[in-house]
């Protein structure tokens, strides 16, 4: 069955907003924009529209711009999918939690301009943004019929690959908080080296802010030595399913281009581009991570059947 190409199309935008709310929200974090528009929320500094530009308000106004925006292409696309593909099993629950998180990100959001938030609430914030973000991806995808272009409707996961997908799954979320934790207690620079803290004196972390830093560092450094593992494990037993074949390639090359930014953000003592970057890729690869849970609900599917 091909859906209505405007339907297509509206995902995609979706799909695109949701991604420049997730960068949009990590520009704020960078650039210490979250009180452009002071204490005052849904209006900036009083007014609906600000009166005075400057860049802390502009990235902060853009930035809520745009999620309000977003939020009303979400919640259609929620409505349009329920209506038209609500027969398949996943698209009512990725439709809820494409809307719910989404809503949940603003009112952190909200929360932190009107009363403040705790460092360890903040961290949340993106994470929170990210689960939507997988959401409407995967809605984007059915609607595009990936399953069947890509053999998914033959795809059979053994045990192996399956504790492997969700565990990681699971734990790439760990690696997201402890990065956006790196952000919200500034420790970002806290390290001047890579890999290690200090490169000349090597030893435990000395404070917090040195801990939460190399913590990231060594959860970073465990996703990509797992998902390296996975790979190779994909590589030798399916060839034959190119879905995971090729899935779990792509995800090994986003992760070992996700520890090469981290690496270039700390020697480039923070360029926001590829700050920027960094935030990027994990969004992709959490993105293609949840496809590849959604496999497995496919893999059992096909296993029923046979």
């Keep these: 069955m091909q859906y209505s190409k405007y339907m297509k199309w509206f995902a995609v935008a979706a799909t ?33 529209i600000p009166k005075e530009i400057t860049t802390e308000v502009l990235i902060e106004f853009s930035h809520r711009v745009v999620t309000g925006a977003v939020s009303f292409l979400i919640l259609i696309l929620t409505v349009w999918s329920w209506r038209v593909l609500g027969h398949i099993r996943e698209v009512k629950f990725l439709s809820f939690m494409a809307l719910f998180f989404l809503i949940a990100q603003a009112l952190i959001g909200a929360a932190q ?3 403040g938030q ?25 609607i595009f019929e990936v399953d069947q272009k890509f053999d998914a409707d033959k795809v059979i996961i053994g045990n192996t690959l399956k504790r492997h997908t969700i565990g990681v799954t699971i734990y790439s979320y760990l690696v997201v908080y402890t990065g956006a934790l790196v ?3 500034n420790a970002s620079l806290i ?60 995800a090994l090359i986003i992760v070992s281009l996700q520890v090469l930014a981290g690496m270039a953000v700390v020697l480039s003592r923070l360029n926001i581009l590829l700050a920027l970057l960094h935030s990027l890729l994990i969004t992709l690869l959490f993105g293609l991570l949840c496809y590849m849970i959604l496999l497995l609900s496919r893999s059992r599917q096909n296993q029923k059947s046979k």
């Design 191 to 250: 390290c001047p080296d890579w890999p290690l803290c200090n490169n000349k004196d090597i030893g435990l972390p000395a404070n917090f802010y040195e801990w939460v830093q190399m913590g990231h560092r060594f959860a970073a450094g465990l996703i990509y030595v797992w998902i390296l593992f996975i790979a190779i494990h994909a590589i030798k037993h399916y060839k034959e399913q190119r879905v995971l074949y090729w899935g779990w390639i792509i």
């Design 113 to 115: 301009v009107l009363w």
């Design 183 to 185: 952000r919200h207690t």
């Design 118 to 142: 705790g460092d360890f609430i903040l961290a949340l914030h993106f994470g929170i943004s990210l689960i939507s973000f997988a959401a409407v991806l995967l809605l984007t995808l059915i």
């Design 16 to 48: 695109i907003g949701m991604l420049l709310i997730l960068l949009g929200g990590a520009l704020v974090t960078k650039t210490d924009s979250g009180m452009g528009c002071g204490r005052n929320w849904p209006d900036c500094n009083g007014s609906l």
